[in-house]
């Protein structure tokens, strides 16, 4: 078992930046791959970053691409999202999640029912 707790939503204008933290407990954190996922109202969850087990590779929705950056820092057990440029199109619930894999795994998932595991989601809200 892993527990995600995510942090650093918040309200901002268009054009701030916001750093979303997923601290992890439980399982060695680094036997994971990590997401980040968000979900509008009246929209499906859908993928906004991802990393591998080992931080080697990365993977962007195009929407965020270039203005989001997933990081992780496996002495701390924590996962980061910063978020850059944003847009009022960004507003939403941003939710982590983890995946088990093998040692020598350098996947990342892109779509929600890979994951095993979910935190509880931060707000995100981005005025014009």
């Known amino acids: 078992q892993v527990q995600l707790v995510e942090s650093g939503g918040g309200l901002v204008q268009a054009g701030g930046s916001l750093r979303l933290s997923c601290a992890a407990s439980g399982r060695t954190f680094s036997s994971y791959a990590m997401g980040w996922f968000r979900q509008a109202p009246g929209k499906e969850r859908e993928i906004v970053a991802g990393i591998s087990r080992s931080g080697g590779r990365t993977v962007y929705a195009d929407s965020v691409k270039g203005r989001f950056t997933i990081s992780r820092d496996d002495a701390k057990n924590t996962v980061y999202l910063q978020m850059t440029s944003l847009k009022p199109e960004d507003t939403a619930v941003y939710y982590c999640?983890?995946?088990?894999?093998?040692?020598?795994?350098?996947?990342?998932?892109?779509?929600?029912?890979?994951?095993?595991?979910w935190g509880q989601g931060t707000q995100v809200t981005v005025s014009s």
């Open positions: 999640a983890a995946k088990g894999v093998g040692y020598y795994s350098e996947t990342y998932y892109t779509y929600t029912t890979a994951y095993d595991y």
